[in-house]
């Protein structure tokens, strides 16, 4: 059993920091090349940021271990959030909440986490027929992200726009670090899934042999998923940290964490469900 758990740690602690130290690393690079603005930026990190968790939920499912990639996505959610105020506090960025649009995202945020805590507590199974409703709400949610944005950061995207203008450190248009950046995402991409092929023969071989419950399995899924977002959230706003208007490293650290929250609950759950539905037999 040893053996095992020392498996998990290490495959699971390869795919953090693949995604931490190579995935995130250059989707931001990548981002940066094509000089793309902050909410953007902030998308591309939440969607890198969810790749462990889609990972991690997908084997568990293929696997039959449902319940697992439920847990996994709930602790995932709450650790996210928690992880983003302690982030605001320590930049000492409260201030950012005065916008409206902060305050719409981080209470969609909010939602993604007691929309799946209401479902369990009341011992609703989660399977197919809640994936198109999951679907729509994604949408919905993405809607309401877009348009808040559009309204209540009006001043901010201006200054975005001059800021970017202003900026000599970044690049426009790199054709070759374009391709660069591309591939490296490629091959990071076949490596993370091999290792998550591991990763799921040791979570079933867990299970089946020991019987480790699979929400203490998910809860420590989640934690080890979490720590990429945890990294991007101070570092969005550390990048920003010497410029005048530090609302753009809020609003990139904001919109990781509802793109990765909202991606998390909605579509990678749902595939975990598609998943479970098509192997469990």
Not at 6 to 35: D, H, M, P, Q
Not at 256 to 272: A, D, E, K, P, R
Request: charged share 15%.
């Amino acid at each position: 059993m040893l053996l095992e758990i020392t498996e998990f740690i290490i495959y699971s602690g390869l795919i953090v920091l693949i995604s931490k130290y190579i995935l995130v690393g250059t989707l931001r690079k990548l981002a940066e090349n094509l000089n793309l603005k902050p909410k953007t930026v902030g998308n591309i990190s939440g969607y890198a940021t969810s790749i462990p968790e889609f990972l991690t939920v997908s084997i568990s499912s293929i696997n039959g271990l449902i319940d697992t990639s439920v847990f996994n996505i709930v602790s995932s959610n709450v650790i996210n959030l928690i992880q983003y105020i302690a982030s605001i506090i320590v930049n000492k960025n409260r201030r950012a909440f005065a916008n409206q649009a902060i305050k719409i995202d981080f209470v969609l945020a909010l939602i993604t986490i007691l929309i799946p805590i209401f479902l369990l507590c009341n011992n609703i199974k989660i399977d197919l027929n809640f994936v198109p409703i999951f679907l729509i709400i994604y949408v919905l949610f993405l809607y309401l992200n877009n348009n808040a944005h559009k309204i209540y950061l009006e001043k901010e995207n201006k200054e975005i726009e001059k800021q970017i203008e202003e900026e000599g450190k970044k690049e426009k248009g790199n054709t070759r670090k374009t391709l660069l950046y591309t591939l490296i995402l490629i091959g990071t991409g076949i490596l993370l899934y091999l290792i998550g092929e591991l990763l799921g023969n040791t979570l079933d071989y867990l299970y089946n042999q020991f019987h480790i419950p699979q929400v203490i399995i998910g809860i420590l899924l989640g934690l080890i998923t979490s720590i990429p977002e945890l990294i991007t959230f101070f570092e969005s706003q550390k990048h920003y940290k010497t410029q005048k208007n530090k609302m753009l490293g809020v609003i990139e650290a904001t919109n990781n964490l509802l793109t990765s929250n909202i991606l998390n609950l909605f579509v990678i759950q749902s595939i975990g469900i598609i998943l479970y539905s098509i192997f469990k037999n």
